[in-house]
């Protein structure tokens, strides 16, 4: 499930610029309308306006008749450059003029006007939908076009006036327009946008904070979360420091009485022990006594069962103290001397090794013993653990056989050469209590599942398996 904040985030990020695109989209429709509506509205003013200025011109030529017999049509040239003034970015071919005779003889003009067609019969706007449309492209660009007739007046001759807008040049200006619009509103947004990022995350920095507290916690901390969160957390803060509270009491009480039901166990426990070893002399003294060998072999079952019993209550002990820890801290961590480490821990199995007589054997596989998998450690959660992997190995090992314990670059593994695992049975053997079928060896089914507790606190991987083909045996690999 997404978290609050990605949830915000997501949702404003891509909900503001959709919001932004909508609005702008309006605005950008709006804007062409009301700036075509406007320069349509130019166009016909300018159409008015020469209508007066070449009554006007023809008018004054009406006094000399040769003039008026032969006078050419008056083409105008202004160029922007001679124009005074702020014009932008105006070009000169923005707009176009023609007037003609009704004969369609050009009477004036400037020059773009000049390649006007002549089109007698039209009167206002030439739309895209008429016959001549598709022949009038003077410049190769489309133009807006507008024909008027001056036919009012009885003292001049009828004409034809045309006026031409360039629609390249109007959608320009129309898109330069939007452009001083829309842009700021655009630099708005992602100002914006880049705001509500800021602010969720400096909104939700108390709870992470708070997330990253409770994940370096210890289970038996009770010390309150002191983090400045807002009004709408403190309940959940406050709900959470009385919990802390309850567990770390709670952790407390079950240790208290794992640590006292052990210690009363021990004692009870090494005096039967006692008890049968002494029962054991007496026997093997006593010689008079019928079937004496009988009396011996269960005085052994008994002391046998009660070193199990002694065995168990020290892997439940470990069990205890180590299972509600969530990971280790920094200062319990130590790069390890590997030979130093492994020489205490081979010398504690040595004489459960000779009894049944197994070979014990370290091999180190890198050149220099500092690059053997370079990690840190609890020393003696490590010690425990590969003492629990060479015990195992002992234990379910055929006498005679060779337990190695190999140091290597990228791993530790424990190998023997005994008759290794079922293949269904590799993937249950961490689960506690759980001994495979067919068993007569001592155990409690702990020693694996202690083992793989260590190797997660530690971060590491702790993988079973069968030693490959032609080696037989099992082989237990502690990596990164």
């Not at 802390?244 to 006292?260: C, G, H, P, S, Y």
């Not at 053997?372 to 653990?385: G, Q, R, Y």
Request: aromatic share 6%.
């Amino acid at each position: 499930m997404k978290s609050i904040q990605q949830r915000l985030l997501t949702s404003l990020l891509i909900g503001l610029p959709l919001l932004w695109l909508l609005t702008s989209s309006f605005i950008a429709w709006r804007l062409w309308h009301e700036i075509n509506e406007m320069n349509d509205t130019q166009i016909t003013q300018v159409a008015r306006y020469l209508i007066g200025v070449s009554a006007d011109e023809e008018h004054d030529d009406d006094d000399d008749d040769h003039k008026k017999q032969s006078r050419a049509a008056k083409i105008y040239h202004l160029k922007s450059k001679q124009l005074s003034g702020d014009l932008g970015e105006a070009e000169d071919d923005y707009m176009g003029f023609a007037i003609w005779n009704k004969d369609g003889r050009l009477l004036m003009a400037d020059e773009n006007g000049q390649s006007f067609k002549f089109l007698p019969d039209q009167h206002g706007f030439l739309e895209d939908h008429h016959h001549a449309y598709q022949r009038l492209n003077p410049f190769n660009h489309q133009w807006r076009l507008f024909y008027i007739h001056d036919e009012h007046s009885d003292k001049h001759e009828s004409r034809v006036i045309a006026v031409g807008q360039n629609l390249d040049s109007r959608q320009k200006m129309i898109v330069e327009t939007m452009s001083v619009q829309l842009l700021p509103m655009l630099v708005g947004l992602l100002a914006f946008m880049g705001l509500v990022v800021l602010l969720i995350r400096r909104g939700f920095k108390p709870l992470t904070e708070v997330s990253a507290e409770l994940e370096q916690r210890q289970p038996q901390d009770d010390s309150p979360i002191t983090a400045d969160v807002p009004k709408e957390i403190q309940p959940l803060v406050s709900a959470l420091n009385v919990l802390f509270v309850k567990v770390a009491d709670t952790l407390a009480r079950e240790q208290r009485f794992t640590a006292d039901a052990s210690h009363e166990l021990r004692s009870p426990l090494a005096a039967l022990k006692l008890q049968a070893d002494l029962l054991q002399q007496q026997l093997l003294q006593l010689s008079e006594i019928k079937d004496d060998s009988q009396l011996f072999y269960h005085t052994q079952k008994i002391s046998e069962g009660i070193e199990r019993a002694n065995h168990l209550v020290e892997q439940l002990l470990t069990l205890a103290k180590i299972e509600p820890q969530q990971h280790l801290p920094a200062e319990q961590l130590e790069k390890p001397d590997w030979l130093a480490l492994t020489d205490e821990v081979l010398s504690e199995v040595n004489r459960l090794a000779r009894e049944k007589h197994i070979q014990l054997k370290r091999t180190v596989l890198c050149d220099h013993p500092a690059d053997i998998l370079p990690i840190l450690v609890n020393p003696t959660l490590f010690k425990l653990l590969i003492r629990n992997l060479l015990e195992n190995a002992i234990h379910y090992c055929p006498e005679g056989a060779l337990v190695e314990l190999q140091l290597d670059i990228n791993a530790i593994r424990v190998l023997d050469n005994g008759n290794g695992v079922a293949p269904e049975q590799l993937a249950r053997l961490s689960e506690r209590f759980y001994r495979p079928a067919g068993q007569s060896q001592m155990g409690s089914g702990l020693g694996l599942s202690i083992a793989n507790r260590i190797v997660e606190l530690h971060n590491l991987n702790l993988a079973f398996a069968n030693r490959p083909s032609p080696e037989t045996g099992f082989m237990v690999t502690i990596s990164k």
